[in-house]
């Protein structure tokens, strides 16, 4: 238990940090519908042995509710990969009042984070295989 806290403080750490710099961040559109756009930062991944870790934003057309009972108009969520067993956790994540991760911070959420499986043709899926890259590719 004391090493899934320490995790929890670490990635909140490192949320804070990453939510108070100044540089910008080329976000790529990886998914698009009417009412949301979900972007990644491939800058950010990060992978060590057959882990991986990718920002995602997630921003929305219409104002929507945050857990807290504010609107906010995008996420930003820190997600980091199994990329072995498929499965992925968000570990940091901050809701904001504005698009594109601008604007006030509604909240930083300090859940602790949950395994999901990924399902292949899915948005996790092809995430997985952005943030995982050469990690997943087959041996020869």
Sequence with gaps: MK???SK???????LAASIG???ATEWEAIESAADVTVYIDPASIRQRDHRAEMWALIDYKNPQMDKTGKQV???KL????????K???VVGSS???????????ININPDPPQLTP????????SMWKRACGALTAPKK
């Design 3 to 5: 090493s899934l806290l």
């Design 8 to 14: 929890i403080i670490l990635a909140a750490a490192a």
């Design 21 to 23: 710099t100044t540089q």
């Design 73 to 75: 108009l995008s996420d």
């Design 78 to 85: 820190l997600y980091q990969f199994d990329c072995q067993a």
């Design 87 to 89: 499965t992925l956790a």
């Design 95 to 105: 809701a904001h009042a504005g698009p594109m991760a601008s604007g006030e911070i």
């Design 118 to 125: 990924i399902e292949a043709g899915t948005l996790a899926y």
